[in-house]
């Protein structure tokens, strides 16, 4: 059996947390996973990542790397890592602070 690999052509939303690749000769879903979407960067209808883009929009440099990690951070506490991930967030909040200063 002779395997061709093609590139995809797209990858879009199927479902809350679910997403599509395709090309012209297939489509397949693509699974859950740490990497692609993960749970924890979600909430409802909202990925992490667009929110980040978002709020750094017009930031440059030390302050949009903290105003997305504290952002992040608190994103995600009650998901991963609880109170660290909130000691991380202020972390980055005291550095900004600091920054702005």
Same mark, same amino acid.
């Given at each position: 059996? !002779? +395997?061709?690999? /093609?590139?995809?052509?797209?990858? =879009?939303? *199927?479902?809350?947390?679910?997403?599509?690749?395709?090309?012209?000769?297939? #489509?397949?879903?693509?699974?859950?996973?740490? +990497? @692609? *979407?993960?749970? *924890?960067? /979600? &909430?409802?209808?909202? =990925?992490?990542?667009?929110? $980040?883009? %978002? %709020? #750094?929009?017009?930031? #440059?440099?030390?302050?949009?790397?903290? +105003?997305?990690?504290?952002? &992040?951070?608190?994103?995600?506490?009650?998901?991963? @890592?609880? %109170?660290?991930?909130? $000691? &991380?967030?202020?972390?980055?909040?005291?550095?900004?602070?600091?920054? $702005? !200063?």
């Amino acid at each position: 059996m !002779k +395997v061709t690999k /093609t590139p995809l052509e797209s990858v =879009e939303a *199927h479902s809350k947390n679910q997403y599509v690749a395709y090309n012209s000769s297939f #489509t397949m879903l693509l699974p859950e996973s740490n +990497v @692609n *979407h993960p749970k *924890h960067y /979600t &909430k409802g209808d909202i =990925e992490c990542i667009d929110a $980040l883009k %978002a %709020a #750094t929009v017009g930031k #440059t440099g030390i302050e949009a790397v903290c +105003v997305a990690n504290i952002i &992040k951070y608190l994103w995600r506490y009650e998901e991963k @890592n609880g %109170a660290e991930d909130c $000691l &991380k967030a202020r972390w980055y909040l005291d550095r900004l602070i600091e920054e $702005l !200063k």
